[in-house]
């Protein structure tokens, strides 16, 4: 059984940066695709970011977000840049059992608790 532990959000003003952690254990955590959803109050849960070797992220991240991992310290980020209002959520880290980076929330079999990113206008 994996558990994943995020860290690292709260509030910022637009244009700012936030770097989010997800601590891994209970697994043998460079089995696991990671990623990174988000939901906000009222909207369906999204993806954000994945890496397995390759990383993938959603349209309106790409160039401000950056996801990594290392296996070192059981540990994956997202490196939050240029953060705008509209990338207000509550931030989730996922692990599945598998070798592809999926966006649908459903394929992932391990969450974290979730973390509050807050972008002030």
């Known amino acids: 059984q994996v558990q994943l532990v995020e860290s690292g959000g709260g509030l910022v003003q637009a244009g700012g940066s936030l770097r989010l952690s997800c601590a891994a254990s209970?697994?043998?955590?460079?089995?696991?695709?990671m990623a990174w959803f988000r939901q906000a109050p009222g909207k369906e849960r999204e993806f954000v970011a994945g890496i397995r070797g390759t990383t993938e992220y959603r349209d309106s991240v790409k160039g401000r977000f950056t996801i990594s991992s290392d296996n070192a310290k059981n540990t994956v980020y997202l490196q939050m840049n240029s953060l705008k209002p509209e990338d207000t959520a509550v931030y989730y880290c996922?692990?599945?059992?598998?070798?592809?980076?999926?966006?649908?929330?459903?394929?992932?079999?391990?969450w974290g608790q979730g973390t509050q990113v807050t972008v002030s206008s």
């Open positions: 996922a692990a599945r059992e598998n070798v592809i980076v999926e966006c649908r929330w459903i394929e992932y079999d391990y």
């Open positions: 209970g697994g043998i955590f460079s089995r696991y695709t």
